[in-house]
């Protein structure tokens, strides 16, 4: 089969009013199936017709106090200078809930009914009709409208239901939805991926997601690079379901045979619209049933599906169209967008003073972790070429507003602690959450100069006093009153895949061998700490290959190391230790917390700084991941 390359880059607005409008005109927003359920199981489910109450709600006159039941004319002129005494044949002890006895209409309470014996009361107060007593229908009447055609069912409407009597509701059928992973490298989970291979969870996470905005989802098995079982499947999931979502195969590679298959079986609406991630996005239809073809990246997957998908369930359903909550924020540094291309923008959120600061939180298409720490999303519309920093910018949130409060900023140097920082400070109650980006150490001093973080992570080594930090927050943060406060010593240096194969021992071999080499960023204290070795040794930087490619934590270094893009790479031990490496040691460094003097009666930073002077559990993990000193951790070794 040729290669697909007939993709468009319709605009967003218009790609989804023309799959709107072309599945409206095979009836799907007319669909209304509906089933009868318990109402003991509608908990969530849409009302498919109006519930109106089948008795009323109390069906009979009901004490609604414990006490006496009377008629109230029997108490007439009753007082405290006045008392007035009925026997047996004129009063009825009832309690809460009791059916009034025939003949009264009015219930005293037992805290103002006095015995003058078993079978004689002493009554101080008149009565009015009716007192203290529940009347027939005085909840519900019967024929009484309780919920309303579209309603979605709370625990509060099944009481109201089964106490009319009702017990069993019609309700809205759900969308089913069927997920197709497509592609001959797709392995399950539990496999051990080879070269070439990839673990499919898309439709894992495609059908969560489902699940969340209201459609039953069905996971279908990996169809491979084959048009004919992907068109066999394609069938069958649209004559059973109400919603196909493929995923990937929507691009213009060479076994990307999405858009072909579902031209030959139906209708391709429109193929690839002006968004980013997502372009290559498939909206189409299999007679009245939408097929949607989503990229492979499960970032480009899930943003495209709730772009397009979300809205179509709520549809369905005969829901508005669903709104999520948003925040107005600080955007703390500039974003770059094509022009004509709506992108959007994963985005952590937190609190520094006054200001909700907004920062981008990743970029790649599959790097599935900056959803996961994402808080919010940002739309830069399609006439926009970009947004700068310090500008005000409305932030669709994708986790609660407590918890977006809860968030203390961390930006700067990478170091493994802080994802255990995070871990251990999520234990405790209240819970804070850490927000870190890996700019590097200038990076974060630069961050606290700009007031968008609680604490920035650094470790510069001062050539001329041979003092780490300290120069560099004196010559950058003069005006900024702040402590540095040390919160380990850790060993840097050459990650080496296992058995150190290559036998590299310094920067000398790797000059001399041709190892090729993997970098930090610019700003980073371990290039820092690279380049002085290099001056040290007299190695001009490019006698080592690979000098110009960077990462931006240890950890990616060490994976570079691990997959064999890379022979070599300055990082910590633990970063080694974690993908099981050889680690050839070249330096001990400090690493220490920069501290606004205004952010030091946060609670969030209070919590922070507690777990590290005070955490055993804390350290004792810290030490397991070896490479780390915590001597002085939690001192405060400068004061501005």
């Known amino acids: 089969m040729n290669r697909n390359v007939y993709i468009s880059n319709t605009p967003l607005a218009e790609a989804k009013t023309r799959w709107r409008d072309a599945l409206e005109a095979q009836g799907f927003f007319s669909r209304r199936p509906h089933e009868e359920v318990e109402v003991d199981a509608s908990l969530g489910r849409v009302t498919a017709a109006p519930v109106f109450a089948r008795r009323s709600s109390p069906s009979y006159n009901a004490a609604a106090m414990d006490g006496i039941a009377v008629h109230f004319l029997h108490l007439s002129g009753a007082s ?91 309700v809205q059928r759900p969308p089913r939805a069927v997920i197709i992973p497509t592609g001959s490298e797709l392995v399950d989970p539990v496999d051990e991926p080879r070269p070439g291979q990839i673990i499919e969870f898309n439709s894992r996470i495609l059908a969560g997601y489902l699940r969340e905005w209201g459609a039953e989802a069905e996971r279908h098995p990996p169809v491979k690079d084959d048009p004919l079982a992907l ?70 997957a899930l943003l495209t599906m709730r772009v397009f998908v979300r809205e179509l369930i709520a549809a369905f359903l005969g829901q508005g169209t669903p709104e999520s909550p948003t925040v107005e924020a600080t955007l703390s540094r500039p974003i770059h967008s094509p022009m004509g291309v709506d992108q959007f923008v994963r985005i952590t959120l937190g609190r520094v003073g006054e200001t909700l600061m907004a920062t981008p939180s990743g970029k790649g298409a599959g790097a599935v972790m900056s959803l996961v720490r994402a808080d919010g999303l940002l739309v830069v519309p399609a006439g926009s070429e970009g947004i700068g920093a310090g500008e005000r910018v409305s932030i669709e949130l994708l986790r609660s507003q407590s918890e977006v409060d809860a968030t203390a900023v961390i930006i700067g140097s990478h170091d493994n602690i802080l994802d255990l920082l995070a871990n251990h400070l999520h234990k405790r109650r209240p819970i804070v959450r850490i927000s870190s980006a890996h700019v590097g150490s200038m990076g974060g001093i630069m961050a606290i100069r700009r007031g968008e973080a609680h604490l920035a992570g650094t470790h510069l080594l001062d050539e001329a006093s041979g003092e780490y930090n300290v120069a560099f927050v004196k010559r950058f943060l003069a005006q900024v009153p702040l402590q540095l406060i040390t919160l380990c010593h850790r060993e840097q240096g050459l990650i080496v895949a296992r058995g150190n194969p290559k036998k590299i021992t310094s920067f000398r071999d790797i000059a001399t061998g041709g190892h090729s080499f993997i970098n930090r960023q610019n700003g980073a204290g371990t290039r820092l700490l690279t380049d002085k070795v290099l001056r040290d040794l007299g190695i001009a930087s490019a006698e080592i290959t690979g000098y110009g490619h960077e990462e931006y934590t240890h950890m990616n270094v060490a994976a570079a190391i691990a997959n064999g893009s890379a022979d070599c790479g300055m990082g910590i031990r633990a970063a080694a230790n974690a993908l099981d490496l050889d680690f050839v040691p070249v330096a001990e460094e400090r690493y220490d917390l920069i501290v606004p003097r205004t952010h030091l009666d946060d609670p969030r930073v209070v919590a922070i700084l507690h777990l590290i002077r005070n955490g055993d559990e804390f350290h004792q993990a810290i030490l397991r991941l070896g490479g780390y000193s915590l001597r002085h951790c939690g001192e405060v070794v400068y004061e501005q």
């Open 231 to 300: 068109k066999t499947a394609l069938l069958a999931a649209a004559a059973s379901s109400d919603l196909v979502v493929l995923n990937a195969g929507a691009s213009a590679g060479t076994h990307d045979f999405s858009a072909h298959v579902l031209a030959e079986v139906g209708e391709v609406v429109v193929h690839g619209v002006a968004i980013k991630p997502g372009k290559p996005v498939i909206l189409g239809r299999i007679g009245a049933t939408p097929v949607i073809g989503l990229p492979g990246y499960p970032v480009s």
């Open 80 to 170: 405290e200078a006045n008392p007035v005494r009925l026997g047996r044949d004129r009063f009825v002890p009832v309690n809460t809930g009791n059916a009034i006895p025939e003949g009264c209409n009015a219930v005293v309470m037992i805290e103002d009914v006095h015995y003058a014996s078993p079978d004689e009361v002493v009554l101080h107060a008149a009565a009015t009709p009716w007192q203290h007593v529940r009347t027939i229908g005085e909840d519900i009447v019967a024929t009484e409208l309780i919920l309303p055609e579209g309603h979605r069912i709370r625990p509060i409407d099944q009481g109201a239901m089964l106490a009319t009597g009702i017990t069993r509701v019609i």
